[in-house]
């Protein structure tokens, strides 16, 4: 006789729920005594199995229960995840009110923080310029009396005065500037911005012209005798153009700005050796800093020409300030960018109608008459004693009256003047 199944329970039940392979799977059935939920009452035919475990004949077995479910049972497509709750359980650093600072964290993020990163540089490259043109000087330099009409286009003045002002006793001794008091001109240069190519005609200092009140003398002396005024006005009736804006800078603003931008290359044709100017210059192409820059757009004696040579090395230097000062890095670069804003408006003076907009237009296009895109010329000159060749200067100053500077060509528009 075999012997009894421990795993059968009252009635001849199995009461396991796993069977004996692994992976079979029944359903716990409690002995007649502790019927399931639900089940029929005892002695009921359809509920009670026989004493062998099989139902009587013509009976049918009840339906099975529903399998069991629990929370950590369910599968991982219908789990939700634990929703985090700030200040409570499950809020951590990431949460508003955690003691992570979570907040930096989420603005941190390069999506969020890219745009602040340009909006704040954006801000900074509007606010200097700003900053600085309130301590810009205006000056009244538009003549009284007749004048010529108004023209096509826009022609500026540009000046660079001798002065000193704002200069210590030992910048001065180490720029050979000397101790003079006042202004005088050192350059005169006029740009003409239009439909055309950008136009920069140099004004030697020493040419011969009609001074309104003071007969014909030096061009330099106009600035002396009545400051911006009577020299544009002088300018105006010798050429005939209208001069729109008037833009001055001294001494120290040109050190600064070459010092500013890290130096510039001049590349002189001979050896100059100036002690009035304060240089010792090798021949062939150099980097110099701004002390050297300006001694060499202020020498002269070492030339043959004398005033015709350094109006040209005048554009030579202030073309290469206007390229560095437009080259991507002064933008890129705060500490660059400030010191060529502060540098430039250390000691420049401007006409009291001239704009930050306007100033910035010539700035961006003095790099283009010098850099091949434009004309860069003296007035024309009939020899070495620096009288203007009236023929040839009144046919230069006619393209830029009526704005055709494309019509300019180099039989009127030479390095030194001279005809060729």
Known sequence: MPEPDPRRGEGGDYQWLYGPDDDATRVVRPPASQPYPGAAPAGDPWAQPSGQGQYQSGQQPPPPLPPMQFPDERRPDERRPLERRPGGPGGGAGS??????????????PRRLLPLLLAAWLVFLIAVPIWAWGKIEKVDASPDGERPAEQPGTTYLLVGSDSREGLTKEQRKELATGDAEGRRTDTIMMMHIGSGPTTLVSIPRDSIVPIPGHGRTKINAAYAYGGPKLLVETLENTTGVRIDDYVEIGFGGFVNMVDAVGGVEICPKSKIK????????????????????????????????????????????????????????????PFRYAGVINGATASLRVGDNVGPISMGRFAWNLSAAMGGSGHNCTVPIADASVRWDKERALELFGYIKADETDKITKAVCTKDGLQR
Not at 274 to 282: E, H, S, V
Not at 298 to 319: K, M, P
């Open 274 to 333: 100036d002690k009035d100017a304060g240089i010792n210059l090798k021949k062939g192409c150099q980097e110099v800093d701004g002390a050297t820059a300006l001694g060499y757009a202020r020498s002269r004696h070492t030339y043959a020409t004398q005033d015709l040579q350094r109006v040209q090395s005048q554009r030579e230097v202030l073309g290469a300030i206007a390229g560095e000062v437009k080259s991507p890095s002064t933008f890129l670069n």
């Open 96 to 109: 508003r009110s955690g003691g992570g600072g979570g907040w930096w964290r989420r603005w941190l993020r």
